[in-house]
């Protein structure tokens, strides 16, 4: 059963009624309804990357693009047919000056296309809870089937290969999964 998703700059995710998105700064945010944080979605294309894409080079990219020096903790890391995917967890002061420190649950994942990676950040105060775990746990969902939008990328409406990966990718994935 294909599952409905969600077009938004460039990529298609799992909708999710508990969740609002937007595009801003060229990234895609997205709010939970009635729990703390924000999710934001950044993509970097394949042809920009060295090759092959190692779990330790999709670190470096999001140690970067979070300005943190600490490792990350909480490290999942995984391979597919598409190359690595996996999680970690990050704590970086606040950007808003001297204060609380931000918890940041980040996922990545290698794509044909390029890499995508997702950034749920939360005041390390409010990270604990049910809505902070519906929430995380939400992030995960739809970081795990986020999908480049080939028509999006110039591919026809029609296009054979994204239907087939539409159709197909759920099942494929949830194979793939260890048991």
């Known amino acids: 059963m294909k ?28 709010r939970p309804r009635g729990a703390p944080g924000s999710l934001q979605i950044l993509y ?8 092959p894409v190692t779990h330790e080079f999709c ?6 693009v979070l300005n943190v020096a600490s490792p990350a903790t ?5 391979e ?7 999680a970690a967890t990050f704590v970086r002061p606040t950007r808003r000056g001297p204060g609380e420190d931000e918890l940041i649950r980040a996922w990545y994942c290698d794509r044909p296309p ?7 950040v939360c005041p390390k105060s409010l ?3 049910p809505a902070y775990e519906q929430a995380s746990a939400a992030c995960a969902r739809i970081m795990s089937g986020v999908l480049f939008d080939r028509v ?9 290969l994204t239907q087939v990966l539409l159709d197909n990718f759920d099942r494929v994935e949830n194979e793939a999964e260890p048991r």
Request: proline share 7%; charged share 20%; net charge negative.
């Open 59 to 64: 670190m470096t990219v999001m140690r970067l």
């Open 152 to 160: 999006a990328w110039g591919a026809a409406d029609d296009d054979a």
């Open 74 to 78: 909480h490290r999942e890391m995984k």
């Open 114 to 120: 390029g890499m995508i990676y997702g950034l749920y």
């Open 44 to 51: 970097v294309p394949q042809e920009t990357m060295p090759q």
């Open 127 to 129: 990270a604990h809870g």
């Open 3 to 30: 599952e409905p998703r969600l077009a938004i700059g460039g990529l298609l995710l799992p909708e999710s009624a508990a969740w609002t998105f937007s595009e801003r700064d060229g990234a895609i945010v997205g």
């Open 80 to 86: 597919s047919v598409c190359g690595p995917y996996g």
